[in-house]
Nanobody, 125 residues
Framework: QVQPVESGGGSVQAGDSLRLSCAAS????????ISWFRQTPGKEREFVAG????????VYDDSVKGRFTISKDTAKNTVYLQMNSLNPVDTAVYYC??????????????????WGQGTQVTVAL
């Protein structure tokens, strides 16, 4: 079973950009949906964006539409989350997850089999 491995987090100023990467370990993303979730202390893990590896269908949470872009690199077996116009409310631990949800179920955490270890994103004013 493929294991997602995140990288690319860090500390930035409001308005800056970051790109997170999610690489496949122990397999490929073929046939999976790959999504990004984020979590802050005391809150539930929330959906950010997802992409279906085959076909490239994407889904975004309204809070990030127009600012974040999820994409894939098939040659590198990697999914990216380009985050622009970051603001402090985007501060969270970001997790990559793999599963086989239908598009309408991308937001359902229970549909994902494997989760990465998370990468911290901190946005300061």
């Amino acid at each position: 079973q493929v294991q997602p491995v995140e990288s690319g987090g860090g500390s930035v100023q409001a308005g800056d950009s970051l790109r997170l990467s999610c690489a496949a370990s122990g397999g490929t993303f073929s046939g999976y949906a790959i999504s990004w979730f984020r979590q802050t202390p005391g809150k539930e893990r929330e959906f950010v964006a997802g992409i279906r590896w085959s076909g490239g269908n994407t889904v975004y949470d309204d809070s990030v539409k127009g600012r974040f872009t999820i994409s894939k690199d098939t040659a590198k077996n990697t999914v990216y989350l380009q985050m622009n116009s970051l603001n402090p409310v985007d501060t969270a631990v970001y997790y990559c997850a793999t599963g086989r949800p239908i598009i309408s179920a991308f937001r359902d955490r229970g549909m994902y089999y494997s989760w990465g270890q998370g990468t911290q994103v901190t946005v300061a004013l």
